[in-house]
């Protein structure tokens, strides 16, 4: 059944004559942990497999992937992260030492994938690395060895065991993270403890070669710990270029039974929705202490951990994190988008938790098989973002409200790309009813309007390997332009972009 209009309107105000910063294009980030399937099935299955490869890597997975145009791919870890030792991925693969994975599930990790493999899949992909090293169990010399191994073009120790493994030329490694939540998994450690630690071990990631200088992200806050945010920028600001944030959306508070991934009511529909609207605040906060220290916003925030997280698929490995995405989940990705879109000026990548069968994933492979998830449908409408300027919206809105529950029923966001085009995008969180937006465009000549919609009978509609087309986007027809206005009915429970 069709959903009827809310009375009341959302009304928007777009002046393309304005502008704002640009969104950094890192902003649509992944991240690939040694975590569950990620990796291992989702990525690497060997040059001997049946699925069709490229020395390894998935050609089905790379080539859905691509389509995304992913900026930047953070690896390998995550919690893994900080007990990875790099030199055990190196070499011939029958001869690298297997380890246990304690962080996650206590599978066997075989180290076939590594550096060489990880810098391989980037090249596919055609996107940058973001490398985490090891601050929780490794040495300032082993990171410092890692850095030369992967970025010197010298006659040098680490170069040449680099050249003896078949790699000539240097890699390029934009992005490097001086460890992982450290608060946590990473060591336990305290601010102060953290902020000397980064100040030792960054002064060993070195640029070896200065065309290419490597930008260093420090571990930040878990959540609202605003008092972590504080001790990095007073003791360490000037060293670093991106201190990262992580925030979860859990449907639950408790941690224990986080609730399902696909079996929800509407209570849960909008709990979720109100949680993951307190990036908004988030930002907001850190964003503020980063100010005093930094005025010229020259550190970036880096949200490097952000996505929904549920209970695990009934019948999984607890520790393998897999989990469906619903339309739900292509609703949370539209507000977070739109939220970083509002704070490009500090918040310069993101990296949603994770790119394949973990958490709120792009892509769920299931041996030869392979699907595309709501989330991933909402990276790809939403690549056209990627590099354009915000343009400032003045968006009043109806509250969509649920039992006591109450948030904003519409959310909106605006930029123009190089070539001058501009995009809006809309999301409805309204699982009932369509909202007419009313849109005044000022400083734009519009005569044509065309667009794209994800949205699906129910809240919970997701794709499976039986069914992998439940949901996906389709032609959008519900955009009329008279002149300066621009009229929207946008459909309950949905994610629109529009092309101007």
Known sequence: MASSPTSAPAVLKLDAGQTGPVINRNVYGHFAEHLGRCIYEGVWVGSD????????????????LKQLDIPVLRWPGGCF??????????????????????????????????THEFMDLVGQLGCDAYICGNVGSGTVQEMMEWVEYMTSDAISPMANLRRANGRDEPWVVRYFGVGNESWGCGGNMTPEYYSDQYRR?????????????????????????????????????????????????????????KGSATEFGEDLWITTLRKTLFMEELITKHGAIMDQHDPAKRVGMIIDEWGTWYNVEPGTNPGFLYQ???????????????????HADRVTMTNIAQTINVLQAMVLTDGP???????????EMFKVHQGATVIPVTLTTPDYAFGQEKIPAVSASASRNAAGRVHLSLVNTNPHHAITVQCALTGISADKVSGR????????????????????????????????????????????????
């Open 324 to 342: 469906q995405s619903t339309l739900r989940d292509a609703i949370v990705a539209g507000l977070n988008f739109h939220i970083f879109h509002a």
């Open 453 to 500: 919609v994800l949205t699906a009978p129910a809240m919970n509609t997701h794709n499976t390997f039986d069914h992998p087309e439940a949901i996906k986007p389709a032609d959008f027809t519900g955009a009329k332009l008279d002149g300066g206005q621009l009229t929207v009915e946008l459909p309950a429970k949905s994610v629109v972009i529009l092309k101007l």
């Open 81 to 114: 992260a900080d007990e990875y030792h790099w030199k055990d991925g190196i070499g011939p693969r029958e001869s690298r030492p297997a380890m246990i994975n304690t962080h996650w599930g206590n599978v066997v990790e075989n180290n076939h994938f590594g």
């Open 369 to 379: 098989r392979m699907l595309l998830t709501p989330t991933y449908h909402v990276f």
């Open 49 to 64: 497999s049946p699925i069709p490869n490229t020395r390894g890597i998935r050609n089905d997975v790379i080539a859905a």
């Open 201 to 257: 071990y960054n002064t060993f990631v070195k640029n070896y070669r200065p065309t290419h200088p490597i930008q260093r992200y420090a571990c930040g806050a878990n959540g609202s710990d605003y008092n972590w945010t504080e001790v990095l920028m007073k003791k360490a600001a000037p060293l670093m270029h991106g201190l990262s944030l992580h925030y979860y959306t859990l449907p639950n508070d408790s941690w224990q039974n």
